[in-house]
């Protein structure tokens, strides 16, 4: 497995990818991965180095030219005119798909676009604009879209999301939903019971005033979880761009 930093520009900043292949020579199949709203972090770049070890190329893209926002009050400065610009996050997106389309190891014709937070967000987006994706899928980030445009998603959709998160309440989750359901997609949606918001950070590397916060009713890792999908996709359990679902 090998990994390098990738320049890129995107929404006037150049920004820093983490791109993780696997061994060997050939086409893989790819995942675009999308950090939450702080920025990429060694989280994501650690997640991007498994994926590349079970096989996928894997670029963890950057929100914020290089910058890890750390404070609550700059990052929702910066991410809440983003969260409400589609265009934006869409614009995001692309150029960091692009350079992973560009990647001679990526097979192009299967790439998903897994994301946290602001990250995940920026996944929808690329589904409901019509972007080719063999799956998306989201942690903590049931937004919804513009009207008519979920149907342009072309594949399956998972969200993942804590029961307690009060950033994504219940009616966020009914309006992600009902979205999804009305548009036909082949969507899944898996609550954990007791989790708080930013539930997936590994408890080792937050502040423990972070951890206790986001955990709070929980144990070590989230407790009952509960799933929810449209009809005809809850029988099917398949992996539409793993390794081992086509040509080496």
Not at 25 to 40: M, N, Q
Not at 63 to 76: A, D, F, N, T
Not at 163 to 180: G, K, L, N, V
Not at 193 to 202: D, E, K, R, V
Request: with cysteine; glycine share 12%; net charge negative.
């Amino acid at each position: 497995m090998r990994t390098r930093t990738v320049e890129y520009p995107a929404d006037g900043l150049t920004m820093l990818g983490h791109l993780a292949l696997p061994a060997g020579a050939d086409r893989r199949p790819a995942v675009l991965l999308g950090p939450e709203g702080t920025g990429l972090s060694d989280i994501e770049r650690h997640r991007a180095d498994a994926l590349a070890e079970l096989g996928y190329v894997a670029l963890a893209f950057d929100l914020h030219g290089g910058r890890y926002l750390g404070e609550p009050e700059e990052m929702l400065a910066r991410c809440l005119p983003l969260l409400a610009d589609p265009g934006r996050m869409r614009d995001i997106g692309h150029a960091a798909l692009e350079v992973l389309r560009a990647e001679p190891r990526t097979d192009p014709a299967r790439i998903a676009a897994v994301g946290y937070g602001t990250g995940g967000a920026i996944g929808l987006e690329l589904g409901r604009d019509g972007v080719d994706l063999r799956v998306i899928g989201t942690v903590n980030a049931l937004t919804t879209g513009r009207p008519g445009e979920t149907a342009r998603i072309r594949c399956p959709v998972w969200a993942g999301v804590g029961s307690e998160d009060p950033i994504m309440p219940p009616a966020q989750r009914d309006a992600f939903t009902a979205e999804m359901q009305d548009a036909g997609i082949d969507w899944r949606l898996v609550v954990y019971g007791g989790a708080l918001h930013a539930f997936h950070h590994p408890q080792s590397t937050i502040p423990s005033s972070l951890a206790s916060a986001t955990t709070r009713g929980t144990r070590s890792a989230p407790g009952a979880m509960s799933s929810t999908c449209s009809p005809s996709a809850c029988p099917r359990q398949s992996d539409p761009v793993g390794p081992t679902s086509g040509a080496r």
